[in-house]
Protein backbone atom coordinates (compact mmCIF):
# COMPACT_ATOMS: atom_id res chain seq x y z
CA UNK A 1 0.00 0.00 0.00
CA UNK A 2 2.61 2.35 0.77
CA UNK A 3 4.71 2.27 -2.61
CA UNK A 4 1.50 2.15 -4.32
CA UNK A 5 0.98 5.48 -2.58
CA UNK A 6 4.38 6.68 -3.08
CA UNK A 7 3.61 5.81 -7.21
CA UNK A 8 0.55 7.88 -6.91
CA UNK A 9 1.50 10.58 -5.24
CA UNK A 10 4.77 11.37 -8.01
CA UNK A 11 1.87 11.23 -10.86
CA UNK A 12 -1.15 13.30 -9.50
CA UNK A 13 -2.42 16.43 -9.02
CA UNK A 14 -1.58 18.54 -5.33
CA UNK A 15 -5.57 18.00 -4.76
CA UNK A 16 -5.08 13.87 -5.21
CA UNK A 17 -1.96 14.23 -2.91
CA UNK A 18 -4.62 15.54 -0.18
CA UNK A 19 -6.53 12.81 -0.59
CA UNK A 20 -3.99 10.61 -0.50
CA UNK A 21 -2.04 11.66 2.83
CA UNK A 22 -5.59 12.00 4.30
CA UNK A 23 -6.05 8.29 3.38
CA UNK A 24 -3.12 7.06 4.91
CA UNK A 25 -3.53 9.03 8.22
CA UNK A 26 -6.99 6.67 8.00
CA UNK A 27 -5.15 3.95 7.44
CA UNK A 28 -2.71 4.49 10.36
CA UNK A 29 -5.40 5.25 12.72
CA UNK A 30 -6.71 2.13 12.11
CA UNK A 31 -3.52 0.20 12.24
CA UNK A 32 -3.05 1.42 15.46
CA UNK A 33 -6.76 0.80 16.73
CA UNK A 34 -5.65 -3.00 15.27
CA UNK A 35 -2.78 -3.15 17.18
CA UNK A 36 -4.81 -1.96 20.46
CA UNK A 37 -7.64 -4.27 20.41
CA UNK A 38 -4.86 -7.06 19.67
CA UNK A 39 -3.20 -6.17 22.55
CA UNK A 40 -6.90 -5.76 24.30
CA UNK A 41 -7.72 -9.53 23.07
CA UNK A 42 -3.99 -10.70 24.81
CA UNK A 43 -4.87 -8.73 27.76
CA UNK A 44 -8.32 -10.20 27.96
CA UNK A 45 -6.65 -13.79 27.11
CA UNK A 46 -4.12 -13.32 30.02
CA UNK A 47 -7.09 -12.42 32.60
CA UNK A 48 -8.89 -15.24 31.27
CA UNK A 49 -6.05 -17.71 31.83
CA UNK A 50 -6.13 -16.04 35.37
CA UNK A 51 -9.98 -16.60 35.70
CA UNK A 52 -9.29 -20.18 34.86
CA UNK A 53 -6.87 -20.81 36.79
CA UNK A 54 -8.90 -19.15 39.79
CA UNK A 55 -12.06 -21.15 39.13
CA UNK A 56 -9.54 -24.58 39.39
CA UNK A 57 -8.13 -23.16 42.16
CA UNK A 58 -11.67 -22.11 43.54
CA UNK A 59 -13.12 -25.85 42.21
CA UNK A 60 -10.21 -27.36 44.46
CA UNK A 61 -11.16 -25.62 47.41
CA UNK A 62 -14.62 -26.17 47.31
CA UNK A 63 -14.14 -30.18 46.97
CA UNK A 64 -11.68 -30.34 49.83
CA UNK A 65 -14.13 -28.13 51.96
CA UNK A 66 -16.45 -30.20 51.02
CA UNK A 67 -14.74 -33.45 51.64
CA UNK A 68 -13.54 -32.18 55.20
CA UNK A 69 -17.06 -30.75 55.88
CA UNK A 70 -18.06 -34.70 55.64
CA UNK A 71 -15.38 -35.85 57.69
CA UNK A 72 -16.45 -33.48 60.38
CA UNK A 73 -19.59 -34.56 60.14
CA UNK A 74 -19.14 -38.50 60.28
CA UNK A 75 -16.93 -37.75 63.39
CA UNK A 76 -19.32 -35.23 64.69
CA UNK A 77 -22.09 -38.22 64.60
CA UNK A 78 -19.65 -40.71 65.67
CA UNK A 79 -18.96 -38.43 69.11
CA UNK A 80 -22.48 -37.72 69.40
CA UNK A 81 -23.05 -41.45 69.91
CA UNK A 82 -20.37 -41.91 72.09
CA UNK A 83 -21.74 -39.09 73.96
CA UNK A 84 -24.94 -40.87 74.74
CA UNK A 85 -23.23 -44.06 75.27
CA UNK A 86 -20.71 -42.59 77.89
CA UNK A 87 -23.40 -40.76 79.65
CA UNK A 88 -25.56 -43.74 79.55
CA UNK A 89 -22.54 -45.96 81.71
CA UNK A 90 -21.60 -42.93 83.55
CA UNK A 91 -25.47 -43.02 85.07
CA UNK A 92 -24.21 -46.68 85.81
CA UNK A 93 -21.13 -45.94 87.12
CA UNK A 94 -22.55 -43.28 89.33
CA UNK A 95 -24.93 -45.79 90.96
CA UNK A 96 -22.29 -48.14 91.23
CA UNK A 97 -20.20 -45.64 93.22
CA UNK A 98 -22.88 -44.84 95.71
CA UNK A 99 -23.72 -48.59 96.35
CA UNK A 100 -19.84 -49.01 96.61
CA UNK A 101 -19.65 -46.51 99.09
CA UNK A 102 -21.95 -47.25 101.33
CA UNK A 103 -21.14 -51.05 101.01
CA UNK A 104 -17.48 -49.74 101.62
CA UNK A 105 -18.82 -47.90 104.94
CA UNK A 106 -20.57 -50.84 106.15
CA UNK A 107 -17.81 -53.21 105.99
CA UNK A 108 -15.87 -50.14 107.88
CA UNK A 109 -18.13 -50.27 110.43
CA UNK A 110 -18.64 -54.45 110.48
CA UNK A 111 -14.99 -54.45 110.64
CA UNK A 112 -14.80 -52.35 113.63
CA UNK A 113 -17.23 -53.70 115.63
CA UNK A 114 -15.96 -57.01 115.22
CA UNK A 115 -12.24 -55.99 116.60
CA UNK A 116 -14.09 -54.24 119.38
CA UNK A 117 -15.75 -57.71 120.45
CA UNK A 118 -12.33 -59.87 119.28
CA UNK A 119 -10.16 -57.60 121.80
CA UNK A 120 -13.26 -57.60 124.44
CA UNK A 121 -13.00 -61.85 124.35
CA UNK A 122 -9.18 -61.71 124.65
CA UNK A 123 -9.30 -59.47 127.98
CA UNK A 124 -12.10 -61.86 129.01
CA UNK A 125 -9.92 -65.02 128.17
CA UNK A 126 -6.72 -63.15 129.86
CA UNK A 127 -8.90 -62.53 132.62
CA UNK A 128 -9.67 -66.38 133.05
CA UNK A 129 -6.35 -67.38 132.75
CA UNK A 130 -5.26 -65.03 135.26
CA UNK A 131 -7.88 -66.28 137.57
CA UNK A 132 -7.12 -69.92 137.02
CA UNK A 133 -3.24 -69.32 137.92
CA UNK A 134 -4.43 -67.89 140.71
CA UNK A 135 -6.69 -70.52 141.95
CA UNK A 136 -3.66 -73.18 141.41
CA UNK A 137 -1.21 -71.29 143.32
CA UNK A 138 -3.91 -71.25 146.23
CA UNK A 139 -4.33 -74.84 145.84
CA UNK A 140 -1.09 -75.39 145.79
CA UNK A 141 -0.25 -73.25 149.18
CA UNK A 142 -3.56 -75.45 151.16
CA UNK A 143 -2.01 -78.70 150.01
CA UNK A 144 1.65 -77.39 151.38
CA UNK A 145 -0.36 -76.19 154.42
CA UNK A 146 -2.08 -79.73 155.06
CA UNK A 147 1.27 -81.70 154.50
CA UNK A 148 1.13 -82.10 158.47
CA UNK A 149 -1.90 -84.03 158.90
CA UNK A 150 -2.01 -87.52 158.98
CA UNK A 151 -1.25 -89.58 156.43
CA UNK A 152 -4.49 -91.51 155.56
CA UNK A 153 -6.72 -88.49 155.99
CA UNK A 154 -4.06 -86.30 153.96
CA UNK A 155 -4.18 -89.11 150.94
CA UNK A 156 -7.76 -88.95 150.84
CA UNK A 157 -8.28 -85.15 151.11
CA UNK A 158 -5.39 -84.82 148.24
CA UNK A 159 -7.41 -87.45 146.31
CA UNK A 160 -10.75 -85.23 146.48
CA UNK A 161 -9.12 -81.97 146.24
CA UNK A 162 -6.96 -83.76 142.64
CA UNK A 163 -10.46 -84.78 141.30
CA UNK A 164 -12.27 -81.36 142.09
CA UNK A 165 -9.17 -79.86 140.58
CA UNK A 166 -8.91 -81.93 137.26
CA UNK A 167 -13.18 -81.10 136.78
CA UNK A 168 -12.02 -77.75 136.87
CA UNK A 169 -9.20 -77.89 134.74
CA UNK A 170 -11.54 -79.76 132.22
CA UNK A 171 -13.92 -77.07 132.54
CA UNK A 172 -11.24 -74.36 131.75
CA UNK A 173 -9.80 -76.21 129.18
CA UNK A 174 -13.39 -76.69 127.07
CA UNK A 175 -13.67 -73.10 127.85
CA UNK A 176 -10.31 -72.31 126.82
CA UNK A 177 -11.00 -74.54 123.36
CA UNK A 178 -14.74 -72.82 122.41
CA UNK A 179 -12.30 -69.49 123.03
CA UNK A 180 -9.71 -70.25 120.55
CA UNK A 181 -12.44 -71.27 118.21
CA UNK A 182 -14.63 -68.38 118.56
CA UNK A 183 -11.06 -66.47 117.98
CA UNK A 184 -10.18 -68.24 114.89
CA UNK A 185 -13.55 -67.72 113.46
CA UNK A 186 -13.11 -64.04 114.19
CA UNK A 187 -10.20 -63.72 112.25
CA UNK A 188 -11.86 -65.24 109.73
CA UNK A 189 -14.11 -62.82 109.32
CA UNK A 190 -12.07 -60.53 109.53
CA UNK A 191 -9.43 -61.65 106.98
CA UNK A 192 -12.81 -61.74 104.86
CA UNK A 193 -13.59 -58.10 105.79
CA UNK A 194 -10.21 -57.49 104.47
CA UNK A 195 -11.00 -58.89 101.21
CA UNK A 196 -14.31 -57.52 100.67
CA UNK A 197 -12.67 -53.92 101.23
CA UNK A 198 -9.17 -54.86 98.93
CA UNK A 199 -12.17 -56.09 96.32
CA UNK A 200 -13.73 -52.26 96.82
CA UNK A 201 -10.81 -50.88 97.00
CA UNK A 202 -9.88 -52.25 93.44
CA UNK A 203 -13.61 -51.32 91.93
CA UNK A 204 -12.76 -48.08 93.10
CA UNK A 205 -9.73 -47.84 91.27
CA UNK A 206 -11.33 -49.01 88.40
CA UNK A 207 -13.88 -46.39 88.70
CA UNK A 208 -11.14 -43.84 88.66
CA UNK A 209 -9.96 -45.20 85.37
CA UNK A 210 -13.70 -44.75 83.99
CA UNK A 211 -13.68 -41.68 85.30
CA UNK A 212 -10.32 -40.96 83.08
CA UNK A 213 -11.73 -41.80 80.38
CA UNK A 214 -14.92 -39.72 80.57
CA UNK A 215 -12.47 -37.37 81.30
CA UNK A 216 -10.76 -37.97 77.66
CA UNK A 217 -14.02 -38.01 76.16
CA UNK A 218 -14.66 -34.43 77.47
CA UNK A 219 -10.91 -33.99 75.23
CA UNK A 220 -13.05 -35.46 72.30
CA UNK A 221 -15.76 -33.30 72.34
CA UNK A 222 -13.43 -30.27 72.65
CA UNK A 223 -12.11 -31.38 69.55
CA UNK A 224 -15.08 -31.62 68.06
CA UNK A 225 -16.10 -28.36 68.38
CA UNK A 226 -12.83 -26.92 67.60
CA UNK A 227 -13.54 -29.14 63.90
CA UNK A 228 -16.93 -27.57 63.86
CA UNK A 229 -15.12 -24.05 64.32
CA UNK A 230 -12.66 -25.11 61.47
CA UNK A 231 -15.41 -26.26 59.02
CA UNK A 232 -17.27 -22.93 59.43
CA UNK A 233 -13.85 -21.11 59.50
CA UNK A 234 -13.31 -23.08 55.91
CA UNK A 235 -17.19 -22.41 54.68
CA UNK A 236 -16.07 -18.50 55.41
CA UNK A 237 -13.02 -18.95 53.82
CA UNK A 238 -14.52 -19.98 50.47
CA UNK A 239 -17.55 -17.85 50.75
CA UNK A 240 -14.37 -14.95 51.00
CA UNK A 241 -13.21 -16.49 47.45
CA UNK A 242 -15.69 -16.27 45.91
CA UNK A 243 -16.69 -12.96 46.17
CA UNK A 244 -14.93 -10.62 42.59
CA UNK A 245 -11.79 -8.90 44.49
CA UNK A 246 -12.35 -5.76 41.49
CA UNK A 247 -16.06 -5.72 41.53
CA UNK A 248 -17.08 -7.06 44.99
CA UNK A 249 -19.30 -9.48 43.13
CA UNK A 250 -20.24 -13.06 44.89
CA UNK A 251 -19.62 -15.59 42.37
CA UNK A 252 -20.73 -18.92 44.48
CA UNK A 253 -23.73 -19.39 42.50
CA UNK A 254 -22.07 -19.27 39.26
CA UNK A 255 -19.51 -21.41 40.48
CA UNK A 256 -21.81 -24.05 41.73
CA UNK A 257 -23.45 -23.99 38.29
CA UNK A 258 -20.05 -24.24 36.91
CA UNK A 259 -19.18 -27.46 38.67
CA UNK A 260 -22.14 -28.98 38.02
CA UNK A 261 -21.75 -28.48 34.66
CA UNK A 262 -18.73 -29.96 34.68
CA UNK A 263 -19.85 -32.96 36.54
CA UNK A 264 -22.98 -33.14 34.24
CA UNK A 265 -20.20 -33.41 31.31
Known sequence: ISRRYSSLSLSSSPFD???LYADSARISIVERRVFNLKKRIDELRSELEV???DLQTYKSTKETAE????????????SEASIQTLEARIGSIQDEVSKVGSDVDALKNEEAALRDGFICQMLKLKTKIRKFQ???LLNLQQRICLSTSSEHNHARGEDAEFVDLEKRMSVIVAQTAAEEQECEREQNLHNQLHQELDDSKRRKELIEGIMKDIEDLQDLTRQTSELEEKCASFSE???RRCICPSCH??????????????EQQ
Open 134 to 136: EFA
Open 51 to 53: ANS
Open 67 to 78: QELKGYEVQLSI
Open 237 to 239: ELQ
Open 249 to 262: VDNSNSLAELLQQM
Open 17 to 19: QRI
